[in-house]
């Protein structure tokens, strides 16, 4: 389903003139399957928020192709990315980023309201899904009001709302404490199970990567396959 193939990134830095390149990622290659959890394992500064701005299309690569859902997305213009990130990608970030003066219920809505969805349509789905992952009494609570954890729960129903294949994950659980971790964790791995969502995680944490199926490694821009700690 995502296929990335020999892709490297330099960023070019400092004054036109004496400016320099510097390779983030080099010439890397990996699959992540329909309905797997893959967790991107490296350091800070290895090139893992990178890799993930490659896969959604927010920079584009120096070198190689990536492939997803059998449409060569190397080349897309920034239209065809926002089209196609908004049917097929759903993304969760370390700080959240809910929008603070919107209601839990309008946090998750906001993507349909964007997609053209009808409002009664709109709050149907969005009533469903936020009972679906334990929300509904924090329907009409602002961001502020909500503990972490919830707030991680608001913008993984947001990521869900318009139904994508694919979950993009930067540090989600990077927030949070310990037990509430776990709580997510649990919430990612049951989505996968019942929902068949494939979820591409990028993380620094080893309990993130136990509850992946493939688990890569990226040092140094170099990424390298490591073991499948749950069976597929
Ligand atoms: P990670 O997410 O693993 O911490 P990043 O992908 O954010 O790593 O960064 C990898 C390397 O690329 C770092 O050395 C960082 O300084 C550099 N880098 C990231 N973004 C840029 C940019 N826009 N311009 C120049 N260098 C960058
Ligand atoms: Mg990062």
Known sequence: ??????LSHSFRVGKKGTEKEIPVLKN???NI???EIATIVGR???GKSTLLNLISGYISPTEGELIIHENNVTNFNEKEWAKFRLSHFGFIFQSFQLIPSLTTFENVELPLTLKGVPSPERKKQVMDLLQNVGLHEHASHYPNELSGGQQQRVSIARALITKPSIILADEPTGSLDTETEL???DLIRS????KGITFCIITHDDEVAK???HQFHLQDGVLSKGGAFVEV
């Open 1 to 6: 389903m995502i296929e990335v193939k020999n």
């Open 28 to 30: 890397v290659t990996f």
């Open 33 to 35: 399957k329909q309905g």
């Open 44 to 46: 800070s500064g290895s």
């Open 183 to 185: 709580e997510i964790l």
């Open 191 to 194: 989505l996968n199970l019942e």
């Open 211 to 213: 509850i992946s199926n």
